[in-house]
């Protein structure tokens, strides 16, 4: 079981992509979600969660107001929209589960199912 992150791509500061994840494996339709980012030289940190519904989504501060995420109406996919990209975003994202419902959104020992990420770069 696995989730695989897709949608990465070269952008202008200022500009926007649309992440997808999707599973495959999982048994159940709807399944929380934690995005992740790393950046060259730096540890994987946490950018936003979401539970069953847009409204337990949780997007960490130094995004927040520039990310939002959000799942797609078959349940399946989960989106990260970014926009007003910054190079400071550069960055490999992530999706992954997590381990059991009491997770930690920061924590990526929380989560599981890690699959390839996708680049993000963002330069001018």
């Known amino acids: 079981v696995q989730l695989q992150a897709s949608g990465g791509g070269s952008v202008q500061p200022g500009g926007s992509l649309r992440l997808s994840c999707t599973h495959s494996?999982?048994?159940?339709?709807?399944?929380?979600v934690g995005w992740f980012r790393q950046a060259p030289g730096e540890e994987r940190q946490g950018v936003a969660c979401?539970?069953?519904?847009?409204?337990?989504?949780y997007v960490h501060e130094p995004v927040r107001g520039r990310f939002t995420i959000s799942r797609a109406g078959t349940k399946n996919t989960v989106y990260l929209q970014m926009d007003s990209l910054k190079p400071e975003d550069t960055a490999i994202y992530y999706c992954?589960?997590?381990?059991?419902?009491?997770?930690?959104?920061?924590?990526?020992?929380?989560?599981?199912?890690w699959g390839r990420g996708t680049q993000v770069t963002v330069s001018s």
């Open positions: 494996g999982f048994k159940e339709a709807t399944y929380d």
């Open positions: 992954a589960t997590p381990r059991s419902g009491e997770y930690d959104c920061r924590s990526e020992a929380d989560f599981t199912s």
């Open positions: 979401i539970g069953d519904s847009d409204a337990s989504s």
